[in-house]
């Protein structure tokens, strides 16, 4: 449905780009961290955070057409959420490499 939207016009491509390659790399770095230490590292809070700021956005977007307001302050605050969430897992990433306990 995120791509319908985009589809539709309704949410800019750039975003579902940028929403694409934040979750592939993200996905790669805790398939390496699987692959070298046989098991999956939780999710961290910003990455749960995220989620429910572009839920927010999409919902807004598709059933209240007509706030464009709420769609443009909940576009950009995905956008500053995925970042802050992305360097949260850059860093406990790079932690974990260098030999950090997790979960």
Do not use: C
């Amino acid at each position: 449905l995120f791509i319908y939207t985009v589809w539709l016009g309704w949410v800019p491509v750039w975003f579902l780009i940028f929403f694409i390659i934040r979750d592939v790399l993200i996905l790669m770095g805790s398939s390496f961290i699987k692959l070298k230490y046989g098991k999956v590292a939780m999710s961290t809070m910003s990455g749960k955070i995220s989620v429910n700021v572009i839920a927010l956005y999409w919902i807004s977007v598709f059933f209240f057409r007509d706030a464009t307001q709420a769609h443009e302050i909940l576009l950009y605050a995905s956008v500053a959420i995925m970042i802050i969430s992305f360097i949260a897992y850059f860093k406990r990433y790079h932690n974990i490499m260098r030999g950090a306990e997790f979960n």
